[in-house]
């Protein structure tokens, strides 16, 4: 077990800094990987800009038997869907959220308001955004942003103010 956490540690430390390649032979070396070794590999990929890596990385997580995706899992690679753009897959794993009662988890949902907002899904992203707690500005400004890119300029201002009257940190 001792292993799978300095793999980890190793893994993200060489992902933060940007030697992606180097994290994923760490990860292909560890020879046990629980989920948060997955979520480490996928992140890592993600936040290096190699939105399709991270899904294929996903898509071997898949086939694990013994490995259940959890919130780090849907929070790395639902965006991933949502900046290359195969919705097919990000509403399959919105399913599999729905399953997981993971749903109404604030960040789980902000990135499946943004999963259908970027992908032109403005009234799906909206359906979610009124179903999430919206005590933070988290799920605002994913709403906010995604109107934005589609040219819907005054609903996005309308949203912002708003979640100005309602009092809200504009920081999480």
């Not at 992140?43 to 694990?64: F, K, P, R």
């Not at 990135?111 to 707690?133: H, N, Q, T, W």
């Not at 933070?136 to 996005?156: E, F, K, L, Y």
């Amino acid at each position: 077990m001792e292993d799978v956490v300095i793999g980890n540690t190793v893994m993200d430390m060489y992902a933060k800094l940007g030697t992606i390649d180097s994290s994923r032979k760490v990860f292909e070396e560890v020879p046990y990987k629980d989920v948060i070794s997955w979520n480490t590999i996928i992140i890592g990929y993600a936040q290096n800009g190699l939105a399709s890596e991270a899904i294929e990385v996903y898509c071997m997580m898949e086939e694990c038997e013994d490995i259940t995706p959890n919130q780090g899992t849907w929070v790395s690679i639902l965006p991933a869907y949502a900046h290359v753009g195969p919705l097919q897959e990000g509403m399959k794993a919105h399913g599999w959220v729905l399953k997981r009662g993971l749903h109404l988890d604030v960040y789980v949902s902000t990135c499946l308001i943004d999963l259908y907002g970027k992908c032109g899904r403005l009234e799906d992203a909206m359906s979610l955004f009124e179903e999430v707690p919206r005590t933070s500005s988290v799920p605002w400004n994913a709403i906010i942003s995604c109107h934005s890119i589609h040219g819907q300029g005054d609903t996005s201002l309308q949203l912002f103010r708003d979640m100005l009257f309602r009092k809200l940190p504009l920081r999480t």
